[in-house]
């Protein structure tokens, strides 16, 4: 089966499933991609890309939206348990924020896009800063290791009850490429300003259909874990 999409004002077909190739931008060895159109709630027609290189570890994963999208950021304050479960969907092009915790999760060139809840999305960054810490303990790295462990308290309280949790978050996800959202009553969502585009990254594996070929959309900085400070 085929569908018609338009990109850039023209329409082209794309078929249900696919394959292109590639490097692995690991080893360099010939890398196939797989493509999968579906569709979902709230989204519509979307195609799911994954590739694992059969020469090394590098594996790759996306859900691409086939409908555009103007760039965008949603945000969403923590407060109560039910905002917990609002359901997240973030793109390999997404960046995530908590600015009242200083972190800041950036896409990088072995990003996953993935579907959670906000409280997922915690545990996520925990695992992060968990390790973090650990390696900084390992280095002596002791201021590291107390931003760390005050780091995780905060996580933790919010998880347990964002109510009594002595820190108030709001959560936010920017995305240029607009394939990210946070669907919650409670959400907000607002176009990205021209400083905001200019200043995140998409980390994104990109087809060009009039080329036929992939291109990397990444910088030397992108940091594919994200940070805290």
Same mark, same amino acid.
């Given at each position: ?12 077909? +794309? ?34 890309? !994954? ?15 086939? !409908? ?14 039910? #905002? ?11 960046? +995530?924020?908590?600015? &009242? ?8 060139? +072995? ?18 800063? *968990? ?25 933790? &309280?919010?998880?347990?009850?964002? *109510? ?5 978050? @709001?959560?936010? +996800? ?18 990205? !300003?021209? #400083? *905001?585009?200019?200043?995140?990254? !998409? ?13 990397? #959309?990444?910088? #030397? *900085? @992108? ?7």
């Amino acid at each position: 089966m085929q569908r018609r999409f338009s990109h850039s004002g023209e329409f082209f077909l +794309i078929e249900d499933t696919f394959e292109t190739r590639t490097n692995c931008p690991l080893c360099q060895n010939e890398l196939v991609m797989k493509w999968q159109r579906d569709n979902i709630p709230y989204f519509g027609d979307i195609m799911y890309t !994954t590739s694992i290189c059969s020469n090394c570890t590098f594996r790759f994963a996306d859900t691409l939206i086939l !409908t555009g999208k103007d760039p965008v950021c949603y945000s969403l304050s923590v407060n109560t348990p039910d #905002d917990l479960d609002a359901r997240v969907i973030r793109s390999t092009s997404g960046t +995530i924020l908590i600015q &009242e915790l200083g972190i800041m999760v950036e896409p990088g060139p +072995i990003s996953e896009s993935y579907i959670t809840n906000v409280e997922g999305v915690l545990q996520r960054i925990r695992g992060v800063v *968990e390790s973090a810490t650990r390696w900084s303990e390992a280095d002596c790295e002791l201021d590291k290791v107390e931003r760390g462990l005050y780091l995780l308290a905060r996580i933790d &309280e919010i998880i347990e009850n964002p *109510e009594t949790a002595d820190c108030k978050i @709001t959560l936010e +996800i920017k995305d240029p490429l607009g394939n990210s959202a946070i669907l919650s009553a409670n959400a907000k969502s607002r176009p990205l !300003t021209c #400083d *905001e585009l200019e200043s995140l990254k !998409t980390g994104m594996i990109i087809l060009d259909i009039d080329k036929d070929e992939l291109s990397h #959309d990444v910088s #030397d *900085e @992108t940091s594919p874990i994200g940070r805290f400070e």
